[in-house]
């Protein structure tokens, strides 16, 4: 009886230990940096609904855009750290913008606690369809030939296109001249014009032009084949450690609990899991990846080693 009585009371215990310890006590909210429709904004609706579904609480998109990602930076530091505020940071929170601005409203990593690592996003170098160039070899030697003699355009100084081709023209040891626009479309307009010579996005972005043959991938930006386009080669094929994947992660206000941390944390990898949203991410040509708050952590400083000394050497500012 006694024996039974312990299996009892042990089994009826087994709930209440499962239970996670911690739980949000009111409705959440997601603090998206940018204007609503854009990938980071979409992606960004997507986890914000199936957060909501999976800790029974909603999840609101605060759209906060402006002053490159700094509006909805603060924002988030200056919230309560208990886990009902989260930050949807792309690399402009913590790791460029330390580099791009003299001053920053917050800082880049006392006011933040990581949470996880949400996707990557492989750009494509593109040309329009009747370019000299046929690859990154052939590009190179056409900006060899004269300096400042090729173009590239971009959605902006200062922009994630920008830096790629920064970075590319520095180790290739070429000067190239770059060409910003208001903008993404825009700039595809101008490279499918002829009147700049190519450009680095987003493989979302990019790729359904290519596929309609109105221009020409050369590559693509990450050290390893891109799962949207894997027969295309790599810059770093040709420029060996040359690596660029933008990548978007949650992050909260600093001196969030550990074990608030800890259930956002296993929530959310569980969501990146999901069937449904890895054929979403497929969709939009990016990857997923997820991980510990201590990997997002280790990748943020390994980016920001990586992104400095592009910035410092082209002297770009976004001030």
Sequence with gaps: MIARRTLLLSTLALPALAQPSWAPSRPMRMVIPFAPGGASDTVGRLLAEALGTALGQPVTVENRPGGGTTIGAVAVARAPADGHTILYATPNVQILNPHLMRTLPYDPVADFAPLIAVMKAPKLLVVRPDFAARDV???????????NALTFASAGVASSGHLAAAMLGQMANVEMLHVPFRGTAPAVQEVM???????????????????????RALAVSTAEPAAAAPDLPRVAQTLPGYHDASFNYLLLPARTPPEVVAVLNTTLNAILDQPSIRARFDGLGIEKLGGTPEALA?????????WGPVIRRGGITAE
Excluded at 137 to 147: K, M, S
Excluded at 193 to 215: E, H, Q
Excluded at 298 to 306: F, H, I
């Design 193 to 215: 014009g002829g009147r700049v010579d190519f450009m680095m996005d987003n493989i979302a972005t990019l790729l359904p032009l290519v596929r309609d043959g109105r221009l």
């Design 298 to 306: 280790a990748m943020v400083r390994e980016e920001s080693d990586r």
């Design 137 to 147: 070899p052939g590009l190179i030697a056409l900006a060899r030939r004269e300096a």
